[in-house]
């Protein structure tokens, strides 16, 4: 069956200009994750969402970000006024809240954002 | 603040040798998950361990998890060449309505030499 999606694969913008990353989860997971990785942090987690809510926007690492997932599925991550320290790959996330495999959390191929 | 630490970061060996990963954690959690990341590829799950003592084997793969140790292992039993690849754990920390976060460990990057 189909994987986790993220699209673009790779973006490249300049400096200040606005980004739009886009997640499309495994049909039927309820919870989608967004994490980020950079050769200076390693792996880290951003946000998450059950449905359409994003309960704790605390992962973010500035006002500059936002995401938000619409009909329990497809989720955007955007990065306003983008800066270098943005340039990462940035991974999404998808899971079952139960099952045999509770909480496993299958990963999309990620999105590379260089910011110039 | 949680820490998850894996050690050896880096980690070069022959084929046929054995060797053992270690992820140490440090607060309590019994979810523990390793993930296998290829050059420019997204992670992919190796293993799950949910409870105290679960051992979970896939190949020449093992991975244990003693959570009073907070301790879990990933030990490569007469690697081969195709084992090579960069190695992640990761602690899973429910959050509100059942979704949890993970916290990664930095990766070992394993480089196996024919």
């Known amino acids: 069956g189909a994987g986790v999606s993220q699209s673009p694969s790779n973006k490249v913008t300049e400096k200040g200009k606005d980004v739009e990353l886009r997640c499309d989860p495994i049909?039927?997971?309820?919870?989608l994750y967004w994490y980020r990785q950079s050769l200076g942090q390693g792996l880290e987690f951003l946000i998450y969402?059950?449905?359409?809510?994003?309960?704790?926007k605390s992962g973010l690492p500035s006002d500059r970000f936002s995401a938000e997932r619409t009909g329990g599925s497809v989720s955007t991550l955007t990065i306003q006024r983008t800066q270098q320290e943005d340039s990462a790959v940035y991974l999404c996330?998808?899971?079952?809240?139960?099952?045999?495999?509770?909480?496993?959390?299958?990963f999309g191929p990620g999105t590379r954002l260089t910011v110039l | 603040e949680l820490k998850v630490e894996q050690n050896p970061l880096f980690l070069s060996m022959q084929e046929g040798k054995n060797y053992t990963i270690y992820c140490n954690y440090s607060t309590t959690s019994d979810r523990l998950y390793w993930y296998r990341q290829d050059p420019g590829k997204s992670l992919e799950s190796l293993f799950v361990l949910l409870s105290n003592g679960a051992v979970k084997q896939e190949g020449r793969l093992m991975a244990s998890l003693d959570t009073k140790a907070r301790l879990s292992t990933l030990h490569i039993t007469a690697a081969v060449h195709d084992l090579s690849a960069t190695y992640f754990c990761?602690?899973?920390?429910?959050?509100?309505?059942?979704?949890?976060?993970?916290?990664f460990g930095q990766g070992t990057r394993l480089t196996i030499n024919p």
């Open positions: 049909s039927g997971h309820t919870a």
């Open positions: 996330a998808s899971s079952y809240l139960a099952g045999v495999r509770y909480n496993e959390q299958f």
């Open positions: 969402f059950q449905g359409n809510s994003a309960p704790d």
């Open positions: 990761a602690v899973g920390f429910i959050v509100i309505q059942g979704a949890q976060k993970l916290v």
